[in-house]
């Protein structure tokens, strides 16, 4: 015999009632909001990448 699962009460929030709440809190957000805060973590990444690089360059330079 299959396992049948047991009807949950109809006040406790599903599976697809917490992805709703989810996507609709997404969606509410402003895309300038996304947009500045991306633009802020490519910066911080291009100065990260940046410095290492250059770190990089230096202790090249120094073996030869």
């Known amino acids: 015999m299959p396992?049948?699962?047991k009807p949950s009460a109809k006040d406790e929030?599903?599976?697809f009632?917490?992805?709703?709440d989810f996507m609709r809190r997404?969606?509410?957000v402003?895309?300038?909001e996304?947009?500045?805060k991306l633009d802020a973590e490519k910066r911080i990444k291009e100065q990260k990448r940046t410095s290492k690089?250059?770190?990089s360059?230096?202790?090249s330079r120094a073996k030869g």
Do not use: W
């Open 3 to 5: 396992n049948r699962p």
């Open 57 to 59: 360059v230096r202790a």
């Open 30 to 32: 402003p895309h300038s």
């Open 17 to 20: 009632d917490r992805f709703t």
């Open 34 to 36: 996304i947009k500045t």
């Open 53 to 55: 690089t250059s770190a």
């Open 13 to 15: 929030p599903g599976e």
């Open 26 to 28: 997404l969606v509410a």
